[in-house]
């Protein structure tokens, strides 16, 4: 089997001593979560309690201005809540958290994810093709006293998300792939569905964040070489925990000549450490996020995280047994396929190859 394999001390050579220096500076911001944790799992009366969940809020307030004072330095990199103004921040907010939730079941969690992703959308797409605007005329359902039409001005996004290529890390960048494919159908005036490259790749979960490794199976990948050249690279995977996968493929397809005009990782949630792994090891890449979480704990989770996003969207891979496109798809139910009705299609033909 053909497989491309990068070694998480190959990503840390990518990091400056600045970047090392603050990502040590917010694993200790987090001892103070960590601990502010453990009293709240212990506590054992309302008013211990009650202190403990203060001292968590304040940690992470403490985080959150830390994190903001390193990003603004950044101009690579795009938290959401950093970037836009105070009103909109309670939305995304509330979105994160119901996400994180362990009670939010499968069907809920893609609801989430749909909302997030639209959100991304706006402020990646739309907001940067601001103020140029284009008119559409619809046809309302109002026939009297004649055929009504309405008029709705959008940001007109065409400059923005021309050349572009959906890039899929299978499998929990998926669905999150589809619904920015699907806003960017609905925003052009062409309506045009962009091609999609599907990369099969996944961390050896065996090992730990310091000796991780990432695993590019090229013979279960789906990509044209000549779609992806010279084009706008979308990636869109829920996480962004330690950058070792994304890396992994620009540099493979760097190493076979493929290069991109541009790249654009964009995550519903990034841990500060794969933000600045990504940033360093390829220029030319804008990560955009609608959270940023401080830390990864010793098997690469972030935290405090929402557990394995993919499994959550998808369910579980059996041993030995890992779910093909066709059951990822399957999966997600009718109303969901009916909705990306287009994405699918092409998603077909790239795998199919016709």
């Known amino acids: 089997m053909s497989k491309i394999i990068l070694h998480a001390q190959d990503l840390d050579g990518f990091l400056k001593p600045d970047d090392k220096k603050s990502i040590e500076i ?64 309670g939305e995304a907010s509330r979105l994160i958290a119901k996400l994180r939730n362990p009670s939010t079941e499968h069907e809920e969690f893609l609801y989430y994810i749909q909302r997030a992703y639209e959100l991304l959308f706006s402020h990646v797409f739309a907001d940067a093709a601001l103020p140029s605007k284009r008119s559409i005329i619809t046809a ?3 026939t009297n006293p004649c055929q009504n ?18 890039c899929v890390m299978l499998r929990g960048a998926l ?45 279960r990948s789906f990509f044209n070489v000549d779609d992806l050249q010279g084009r706008n690279w979308i990636f869109a995977d829920p996480m962004n925990a330690t950058g070792g996968s994304l890396v992994t493929i620009v540099k493979h397809l760097e190493s076979i000549g493929v290069h991109a005009k541009s790249v654009k990782f964009i995550n519903v949630i990034s841990a500060l450490k794969g933000s600045l792994r990504i940033v360093r090891a390829i220029p030319n890449c804008q990560v955009y996020t609608l959270w940023m979480d401080p830390i990864l704990n010793e098997a690469a989770y972030i935290l405090p995280g929402l557990g394995d996003a993919g499994d959550r969207l998808n369910g579980m891979d059996l041993p030995g047994n890992p779910r093909n496109m066709i059951q990822l798809i399957a999966d997600y139910g009718a109303n969901i396929n009916n909705l990306y009705r287009a994405q699918v299609k092409k998603i077909e033909e790239t795998v199919l190859g016709c």
């Open 26 to 89: 917010a694993d200790r911001l987090y001892d103070a979560s960590l601990a502010a944790c453990r009293k709240i799992s212990d506590s054992t009366d309302s008013d211990s309690r009650r202190k403990a969940e203060e001292d968590l809020v304040k940690s992470a307030s403490d985080i959150g201005h830390y994190l903001e004072t390193i990003i603004e330095k950044e101009n690579s990199i795009h938290v959401y809540s950093f970037e836009t103004p105070q009103e909109q921040h």
């Open 175 to 219: 669905l999150p792939s589809m619904i920015i494919s699907k806003e960017m159908q609905e925003y052009s005036a062409k309506n045009e569905v962009p091609p999609f490259a599907l990369f099969k790749i996944k961390r050896d979960e065996s090992k730990k964040e310091k000796n991780m490794d990432y695993v590019l199976d090229l013979d």
């Open 140 to 142: 309302t359902p109002v």
């Open 149 to 166: 039409y309405a008029v709705h001005r959008i940001p007109d996004v065409d400059k923005v998300i021309g050349d572009s290529v959906l």
